[in-house]
């Protein structure tokens, strides 16, 4: 079974950056699509980025593309997710996940957050 543990997260202020890294364990990771989704205070759990089991895709939801770059280390059992050019409204708990398909629906498995906030 994969175990997922988020860090990187914090406050900043509008237009700066983060990067969030996402440590796992156990082999079977490395032959996952893994992911980012965010949940806003009030809101549902939305898609942020998915990233195929070999780095080779990647998918991004519109209000973060351009901004957000998501990768993966599988020698390292780590998943990355660059946030540039941050704004209030990506203020959210991050969390990331895996699934053995690759898709933008729900991962099979979770972490337990990393809390973002981005404020003046």
């Known amino acids: 079974q994969v175990q997922l543990v988020e860090s990187g997260g914090g406050l900043v202020q509008p237009g700066g950056s983060l990067r969030l890294s996402c440590a796992a364990s156990?082999?079977?990771?490395?032959?996952?699509?893994l992911g980012w989704f965010r949940q806003a205070p009030g809101k549902e759990r939305e898609f942020v980025a998915v990233?195929?089991?070999?780095?080779?895709?990647?998918t991004y939801a519109d209000s973060v593309k351009g901004r957000f770059t998501i990768s993966r280390d599988n020698a390292k059992n780590t998943l990355y997710l660059q946030m540039n050019s941050l704004k209030p409204e990506d203020t959210a708990v991050y969390y990331c996940?895996?699934?053995?398909?690759?898709?933008?629906?729900?991962?099979?498995?979770w972490g337990k957050g990393t809390l973002v906030t981005v404020s003046s």
């Open positions: 990233i195929s089991w070999n780095g080779v895709s990647t």
């Open positions: 996940g895996g699934r053995p398909s690759y898709s933008t629906d729900a991962m099979d498995y």
């Open positions: 156990g082999r079977t990771f490395r032959s996952h699509a």
